[in-house]
């Protein structure tokens, strides 16, 4: 047990639409959800933390209003990049912490967003 | 502020060889220990963990790593690799009631 699934997998927007990215706990109920960002060869970097219910948090230097999250589930949280530009074109990553295993995290896949 | 330090960057060994990644992080108070790996084309997977207990942790695939608290190092180790262990290495550290934080990474090439 313990899968989470991003979709889609990959997707290609036009500048100055807006994408949505969903993070799916299949099989447990995640309190919290996560959302990196991964450029190419890089580590993770942690944009925000999002609770089930309430308002997600921030890292310093990710613009919310751009990067919308809604965690309106145990189970579901959803990233949607606005009025997305090229610079935006990256790997996403979504996680999950199960609370039944120490809160330990639990990486989806990831999704490949291409701006053009 | 938590930050986590990888200084390998690209690490080339040929089958068989001894592994030790190093990892160090910078965050005085109680904290949770982790590595993952990425292998090509896939999504991050747990190696191991260490919340607390014995410092010499066992993870999957033979690896292992110590907590040295006074080092503040988690350095994960394997005693032979293999061809199929091409892969990137993260370390992150959890302090409680904050975010997962990760090192750069570092990318492990194993020449058959």
């Known amino acids: 047990g313990a899968v989470v699934s991003q979709h889609p997998s990959w997707v290609i927007c036009k500048s100055g639409t807006s994408v949505k990215i969903e993070c799916r706990s299949l099989?447990?109920?995640?309190?919290?959800m996560f959302w990196y960002r991964q450029f190419p060869k890089q580590s993770l970097m942690l944009m925000a933390t999002?609770?089930?219910?309430?308002?997600?948090?921030?890292e310093q230097g990710v613009e919310k209003d751009k990067f919308l999250i809604n965690h309106a589930s145990l189970t579901l949280s959803t990233l949607t990049v606005t009025s997305a530009h090229p610079e935006d074109s990256s790997f996403y990553i979504c996680?999950?912490?199960?609370?039944?295993?120490?809160?330990?995290?639990?990486f989806g896949p990831g999704t490949r967003l291409t701006v053009t | 502020a938590q930050s986590v330090s990888q200084h390998n960057h690209h690490v080339i060994l040929s089958e068989a060889a001894s592994l030790e990644l190093g990892c160090n992080y910078s965050y005085g108070g109680t904290v949770n220990l982790f590595w993952y790996v990425q292998y090509p084309g896939q999504h991050l997977q747990l190696l191991l963990k260490?919340?607390?207990?014995?410092?010499l942790v066992k993870g999957i695939k033979g690896f292992e790593a110590e907590f040295i608290k006074s080092k503040f190092s988690f350095n994960l180790r394997k005693p032979s690799v293999q061809w199929s262990d091409t892969a990137e290495y993260f370390c992150?550290?959890?302090?409680?009631?904050?975010?997962?934080?990760f090192g750069a990474g570092t990318r492990l090439t194993v020449k058959p």
């Open positions: 099989d447990f109920q995640a309190t919290t």
């Open positions: 999002s609770n089930e219910g309430s308002k997600a948090t921030y």
């Open positions: 996680s999950a912490d199960h609370r039944d295993r120490d809160y330990e995290q639990y």
């Open positions: 260490y919340f607390s207990g014995d410092p």
């Open positions: 992150a550290v959890n302090a409680w009631g904050n975010d997962m934080r």
